[in-house]
């Protein structure tokens, strides 16, 4: 029978994650309910306790409870539910996690859901789930889903919305996914609007010689995402030819990289082509959400909803800074491919983020940190999206992979 594993603080949830656990077993699927509370007693009787859950992580519920410090507490018994989540579903008793909560309770129970791999059903009933959602979801596949009303007893509303959890629960705990075909190799690639050619090219190419191609926008996120599938030991290679992440992190712009962002397949020592993507823009909301410090900058309207800064010589040198560091740092193939005549569709001459200033400034610090001795580098006389450029990136890691054996 598949199993949901639910996840909260039951001294102050524990009606609601009764009713919840009803329904889902009205499904003919089955509950284990894990009580990650701290103060009071458990309003109903968890299949986990909360002691099981704290010395997890090797802490004592009253001694956290006496400490007073509910931040700590809720930090420890988040990292212990993440521990008691893994080991069920290594023992094959989790085949979805669910929970309900407030702010607290969701940072508690997603925390746990994100260390579950990518791919096993997540669903956080929660009353911020109308608004940012990306503490709570992080870069894997946590469903949000919005309580509404408070989660505060059951009644004509809380029990419709959590009928309709308990029937998404039940319904992704049976889902199956039906054979494809022939499993293919991975390969991940990143892409932003502005590199879109380059990665279609690249893509239809290495789909020609055999792989199934994975790509992820370079929305923060995205970059995000696409590190988490590699950690998880899916990928066979990386063609990581979008890289502007960086530009908002430098610049502090609202699609940043996240801290492991480019390490994972050199860490892994997956092969792995890299390029210089949309280097050339930091991206903020409408126009007047950019920072007053900004606006007298090479500003672009890309669309009502996304206005892109030109980055500059100081911030293309900084950028460089952080690609050479990681690369040198992998331990696998690497090749970092330069496109000479401009980083992304509107970098090109004639387009309003042609920079030569800022283009030398980037390209002239790689040359001084990229290690050679370590990283491959193709310097090739087009831009990023002249289908030479993609193809000789898609031909090398295939190169690469091949050689990998």
Known sequence: MPTVVLVGTLDTKGREYAFLADRIREHGVDVVLVDAGIVGEPQVPPDITREEVAAAVG??????????DRGAAVDTMARGAAEVVKRLHEEGRLDAAGALGGSGGSALATFAMRQ??????KLMVSTVASGDTSPYVGSVDVTMMYS????????QISARIMANAAGALA????????????EKPLVVASMFGVTTPCVTTARERLEELGYEVLVFHQTGAGGGSMEELIKAGFITGSLDATTTEFCDEVAGGVLAAVPDRLESAGRLGI???????ALDMVNFGPMETVPERYRDRNL??????ITLMRTTPEECREVAEIIARKLNAATGPTVLFVPLRGVSAIAVEGQVFH???????????????????????????????????ALAMANRLHELIDAAG
């Open 59 to 68: 802490a004592d519920v009253a001694a956290l409870a006496a400490a007073g």
């Open 116 to 121: 579950l791999p990518i791919g096993v059903p």
């Open 148 to 155: 509404v009303v408070d989660i505060a007893g059951v009644n």
């Open 171 to 182: 319904g992704m705990a049976k889902a199956t996914v039906p054979p494809l075909g022939e």
């Open 271 to 277: 092969p792995q082509v890299v390029s210089l993507g």
């Open 300 to 305: 672009y309207v890309h669309n009502p909803t």
């Open 355 to 389: 920079d030569p200033e800022a283009d030398d400034a980037l390209l002239t610090t790689l040359r001084e940190r990229i290690d050679t001795s370590k990283v491959e580098v193709h310097e090739i006389d087009t831009d990023v999206n002249d289908p030479a450029f």
